[in-house]
């Protein structure tokens, strides 16, 4: 069976693909197998079904999507206070009455588009 490839973060990975008998029957053997790869494809009929890793490489992994979670959610914290410091300057209330007292302009009629 040829070895299958993925990306993570633009690097190319070999999968070597395990086929899901050889782990019910030999259980010792995909282990080990596991353990010098450090990644398997399991395999049903030459489709991949899951991907099995060491739980250092799935910790790692967690803690990834965690940091890329915090960092996102950092930025959206400081784009939110930035916003709120704008609401909280001495002249928004102004700055929005004017906002709103404006009259829009709308050039054109508006287009639905040809299936309508």
């Known amino acids: 069976m040829k070895a299958l490839k993925t990306r993570d973060a ?6 070597e693909p395990i086929p899901a008998t050889t782990i019910r029957r030999d ?6 197998r596991l353990r010098a790869k450090g990644v398997l ?11 099995l890793i060491e739980p250092a490489a799935y910790e790692a992994l967690v803690a990834r ?3 890329a979670d915090r960092t996102l959610l ?6 939110f206070d930035a916003r709120l410091a704008t609401l909280k300057q001495a002249d928004a209330a102004d700055r929005l009455r004017l906002a709103f007292a404006r009259e829009g302009r709308f050039e054109g009629g508006a287009v639905a588009g040809d299936s309508f």
């Open 27 to 32: 259980w010792a053997t995909a282990k080990s």
């Open 41 to 51: 494809a399991l395999t049903t009929h030459d489709r991949v079904e899951a991907v």
């Open 74 to 79: 950092e930025g959206l914290t400081q784009q």
């Open 65 to 67: 999507a965690d940091a």
């Open 10 to 15: 633009g690097v190319v990975q070999t999968l």
